[in-house]
């Protein structure tokens, strides 16, 4: 330990909130969210440094170093307009293009040559898309057939390939909240990252070795194939957000404060009892109600007064 101690400390993260230095990422996708849309970010901001959805800190691969990623899900042609709309340098992703093809984690002699390329290319970033193309087993169930894949994987991304970091894709259950298949891909991670979908709007969250990133909404934008961070919240917050506009509708109309159980009343058929309650603690949370005592200890509810300011500029607040 002391030894160990003694040696220059090592960066604490790739992804700075997201993944630790050397780590092994699962990224879990609910069906057409876009999780090579998020891998092929990833690529981008490992290879640039430029922050990952926008706003996380990325330490990049070192200069002349590559990211590897091993593409079983699309064409070789879809995933290069993808990648080049995405601006990732052409030069510094080396792609595998694995489609259709059976996988190499079946064939040692195949595993082999393929990792002495890419550590040729000095492949220091290793993504794989997704883990049920890429394994080998008859039972993507069993928890003892999985670990096996991902202990094989583990040492021939780190041993032969040389690679620091390891991000493995792969497929959500049916609610979106667990990966499919054996959870020991869960507990093989470093850090899981969940990716969802609710309409148009994509969220992310993530939990790990010192993770703990709250879900938080994506924007996408079509011209670059890039995700970012909106600034907007969960899906919990986004149905909180319609319950309060429904509450601000009806206490302007109202022209009066309303207690909490008169907006029960008229709102209770849309948003529930408990959809009230959250609606109600959410808009007080961010500034856009307000409530006093009233009688018999009840809460009445109103919108917030804004100032107003006078044409002058002056910044007088006026009443």
Do not use: C
Request: hydrophobic share 40%.
């Amino acid at each position: 330990m002391a030894e160990l101690l003694s040696r220059p400390a090592e960066p604490l993260a790739r992804v700075e909130g997201l993944m630790p230095w050397e780590a092994g990422m699962l990224l879990i996708a609910e069906r057409k969210a876009g999780k090579s849309t998020v891998a092929i970010g990833a690529s981008r901001s490992l290879i640039t440094g430029q922050p990952f959805l926008g706003t996380l800190a990325v330490r990049p691969i070192e200069p002349g170093a590559r990211v590897a990623y091993l593409n079983f899900e699309v064409s070789a042609a879809t995933f290069a307009r993808w990648a080049s709309d995405a601006r990732v340098p052409a030069d510094r992703l080396i792609v595998a293009s694995l489609r259709g093809r059976p996988t190499p984690f079946a064939n040692d002699h195949e595993l082999r040559h393929l990792g002495e390329l890419l550590r040729d290319r000095n492949v220091e970033s290793l993504i794989i898309d997704p883990f049920s193309r890429a394994f080998d087993g008859a039972d993507q169930n069993s928890n003892s057939e999985v670990s096996r894949f991902l202990d094989r994987l583990d040492a021939w991304a780190r041993t032969v390939v040389g690679a620091r970091d390891v991000i493995l894709l792969a497929h959500s259950g049916h609610l979106g909240e667990h990966v499919r298949g054996a959870s020991a891909m869960e507990g093989w991670a470093d850090v899981n990252v969940w990716l969802t979908r609710q309409g148009a709007t994509r969220y992310l969250r993530a939990e790990g070795r010192d993770v703990d990133l709250p879900e938080a909404a994506l924007t996408f934008d079509p011209a670059t194939r890039l995700l970012t961070f909106s600034g907007a919240g969960s899906r919990r917050d986004a149905a909180h957000s319609d319950g309060l506009d429904r509450i601000l509708r009806f206490l302007r109309d109202a022209a009066v404060p309303m207690s909490g159980r008169q907006i029960h009343d008229a709102l209770d058929d849309m948003l529930g009892d408990h959809g009230v309650r959250d609606a109600l603690a959410y808009g007080k949370r961010m500034g856009r109600l307000d409530w006093v005592k009233g009688p018999r200890n009840s809460q009445l509810w109103s919108i917030p007064v804004m100032p107003t300011f006078s044409n002058g500029g002056s910044g007088d607040a006026s009443d």
